[in-house]
């Protein structure tokens, strides 16, 4: 196993000292005093762009100018942390892992290793042992998790034989928790080669501590959250293999980390699309709906009473301005339970939908294609 060594690096100290820094302006134009940062961005995997927005009096009101991320991009998610953002994706030349502010046009890129695709799932911001703000980067090709930091032109390796499919890594107290898809990837497909896995890493050295292998029913993990000592893991279910119809066997299963146990796996009555931590303290997730991938509709679970807010039986469905049902693709709610909605488009314009705790329609803002990550930042 090899041990990490941390870089101690100084470079776009910017990103994090500006926060709060940027023009203190709105969409009117630079003579024209708003809030001084955004309250939420969405990521546009299509379009290639992180747009920033506020909720103003009960409209959604665009902050700045668009985010480009380049012509290339392909990326699934993003994290931050105060004005630094994160994101990595994968090109023919190898894989890509960019750094940015939300409040100026810098941005910086790291690679890695001999220009490996690594297949990278969703970023994690940490802070190194000398405070420097970096992220953990899973490699799901590559069957370790790499970490990198603004300024630096190469990831390194953090940890290696984490598992065959690793979706996610989360710093939890002293240890690394990997969430491991335990899926074949070598030919190109992605056929399970047993139930997926919790895999704990010590944080300091790297080195493996336990394990945790989840019920077979839980197929399709894809994200985790993690608070003090419990993880909701969302396995958001499998696919027909001749019609790639959902088959509607999602779960949200609850695991205690300190008894390394399932606690529960809660079945969602469709596929599990996407998972967002609300500001209200609810976890949000959206799931499909009948035989149809494209209709949704959003669950709320409860991490403190461990139960659901709204479940399969009373989920929220999202309305349209004119009553009709709104498909989401990811959703997160603000401290008095309002909803974002963003819907999802492979060309031209999507949208951005503010809705009440009930899922009425409040207002709506045009954004990119592709939205798969909403950024919301802590009340």
């Keep these: ?25 709105g969409p ?11 309250e939420f961005a969405v990521l546009n995997s299509i379009s290639g762009t992180l747009q920033q927005f506020n909720r103003i009096d009960g409209e959604i009101v665009p902050f700045g100018r668009d985010i480009q991320l380049g012509a290339d991009y392909k990326g699934q998610a993003a994290d931050f942390i105060q004005d630094l953002w994160v994101t990595a994706w994968d090109t023919p030349e190898g894989s890509k892992i960019l750094f940015g502010s939300f409040s100026t046009a810098e941005q910086t890129m790291a690679v890695f290793p001999n220009n490996a695709i690594a297949d990278p799932g969703k970023p994690t911001v940490i802070f190194d042992a000398g405070g420097t703000v970096g992220a953990l980067i899973p490699a799901r090709s590559l069957d370790a998790v790499y970490v990198t930091f603004p300024g630096t032109p190469m990831a390194q390796v953090a940890v290696e ?21 335990n899926l074949d990837d070598e030919d190109g497909g992605r056929e399970p080669l047993g139930p997926p896995r919790i895999v704990l890493h010590e944080f300091i050295s790297g080195s493996y501590f336990d394990e945790l292998r989840l019920p ?32 509607g066997d999602g779960n949200l299963v609850e695991i205690d980390m300190t008894a390394r146990a ?5 079945s969602l009555g469709g596929n599990g699309i996407s998972m967002e ?4 303290g609810l976890v949000y997730i959206v799931r499909t709906k009948g035989v149809d991938a494209t209709e949704t509709d959003v669950l709320r679970f409860s991490f403190a009473v461990r139960a659901w807010a709204n479940g399969p039986e009373n989920p929220i469905q999202p309305r349209d301005r ?4 709104l498909n989401c693709r990811v959703a997160a709610a603000f401290l008095d339970g309002q909803l974002l909605c963003a819907t999802y488009v492979t060309a031209g314009q999507g949208r951005l939908v503010l809705l009440s705790a009930t899922g009425e329609f409040i207002d709506e803002a045009p954004i990119g294609a592709g939205t798969t990550d909403i950024l919301l930042r802590p009340s």
Excluded: H, Y
């Excluded at 990490?4 to 940027?22: E, H, K, N, T, Y």
């Excluded at 034989?161 to 898809?181: H, K, N």
């Excluded at 399932?262 to 809660?266: A, I, M, R």
């Design 28 to 38: 009117d134009g630079p003579d024209v005093v708003g809030p001084e940062q955004s």
């Design 277 to 280: 931590a609300g500001r209200d």
């Design 262 to 266: 399932v606690q529960d796996v809660n």
């Design 1 to 25: 196993m090899r041990r990490r060594s941390w870089i101690q690096v100084g470079a776009l100290a910017v990103f994090l000292a500006g926060c709060g820094d940027s023009n203190g302006t």
């Design 216 to 247: 077979e029913s839980t197929v399709g993990v894809t994200e985790a959250i993690v608070l003090e000592d419990k993880m909701l893991l969302l396995a958001g279910g499998g696919v027909d293999p001749l019609t790639s119809a959902p088959l």
């Design 161 to 181: 034989g984490v598992g065959t499919f690793v979706e996610r890594v989360i710093p939890a107290g002293q240890f690394l928790v990997s969430v491991d898809g």
């Design 322 to 325: 004119d009553g009709s049902n």
